[in-house]
């Protein structure tokens, strides 16, 4: 949230307003990794294969250029396997 006011991306009260009537109440009781090893057939490696490159990678850019660490198999793939473990 610090990294889209600072870069100007967004506003306090627009990134608030985002949580509290977006994903926040979701949130509340599924966290993000949860969420996204639901969305996908077969869990977050899936979701990663489907949408890293295509879309989470063209965002980030977008969105910070070259700062932000990309997403790599070696970590979604542990998330993935804590989540099938929990």
């Not at 627009?14 to 966290?31: A, C, E």
């Not at 990663?48 to 295509?54: F, G, H, I, L």
């Amino acid at each position: 949230a610090y990294q889209l006011v600072s870069d100007g991306v967004a506003s306090p009260a627009d990134i608030d307003k985002t949580v509290k009537h977006g994903l926040g109440l979701r949130w509340s009781f599924m966290g993000p990794f949860e969420t996204i090893h639901l969305n996908a057939p077969n869990g977050v490696n899936d979701y990663c294969q489907r949408y890293v490159e295509s879309c989470i990678h063209p965002v980030l850019t977008q969105m910070f250029s070259t700062s932000f660490e990309k997403w790599k198999p070696e970590v979604w793939n542990q998330i993935h396997k804590n989540m099938e473990e929990t």
